[in-house]
């Protein structure tokens, strides 16, 4: 593609050479071919550094640059429309079903289904219109997959299961397993004796949610656990038994939400941030990266951090007591060797 293609299509400006474009990349891995992107003049120094043959850069941008430049109002954005632009096109998932896929004479499928190679479709369950099952996808009895809905290769629902209209659910997620539930107690010799409480309810999916890579999601011990609409889930995120995300929150990488909690609208969990079970998070906050949730949070902070979690400001005062502590410690020393002297 000519860069002047690429800048017409990102609705950008383009000056200098209208250079053969060929792929997307960072500034200090690209290559001759490849375009580029920097939103920060504080990285003037990478961008006269760069091999790219083209770079995105804000329209306002004053420094030099050694190759061809277009100019946007959003460069990372325009980047993302070059590199879905220039990148290979999607492998196309027909409809129809594989001749080794296993599915119960009672489901009922949508027009437009796809359903790949060795899955497993149980009795009771439904697959919305053009939803898109892959490859050695298990689907238990009474399952539902919404409309649209597209599972990647060995996804596990298990029976009960409901997901909502546009999913997305990644490579090896884990829905509706039994979450850790157990009651110990002492038989009349004295031992210990370990009861498993039945997990009996359900999970259910809202519209539009993304759900990473070897997530897992139990299912209710009585009645559901529920992920609220356009909620996006990353890698390896475990959410426990009759959790309630109300919706369009994120959880981040390792994260996990212990049973029975709930989290408001509009929330973001960071990487390793563990929270409590049978505790709720307001709306609009967010929990950093490693941060430890052991009670409630109310919204009176928008942002937590530490273990156990508290606001910025507290954190703040924590990290820089020492610091006082030891400029205290060289006053009292002064005003000491000021008064022996007199």
Known sequence: MKASDLAKAVGGVLCGE???IFACAGLEEARSGDVSFCKDPKHTAMVGSTA???VFLPEDWSAECPCTSIRVSSPDRACMTAAKLLAPPEPVRAPGVHPTAVIDASVEMGEGVHIGPFTVIEKGAKIGKGAIIEAQVFIGEGCSVGEGTHIYPQVTLREGTVLGK????????RLGGD???????RGEDGTVVIEKIPQLGIVEIGDGVEIGSNTTIDRARIGRTYIGPMTKID????IGHNVKVKGYSGLIAQSGVAGSTEIGYGCLIW????ISGHIKIADGVQVGPQCGVPQSLDGSSKYVIGSPAMSMKDMAAITLAPKMIQKLKAEIKEIKAALAAK
């Open 271 to 274: 990487a390793q941030a563990g």
């Open 235 to 238: 890698n390896l995120v475990q």
């Open 179 to 185: 979450g850790y539930g157990f009651t110990n107690s």
């Open 18 to 20: 209208d250079v053969e």
């Open 52 to 54: 790219a043959s083209a």
């Open 166 to 173: 546009d999913c997305i659910i990644h490579c090896g997620v």
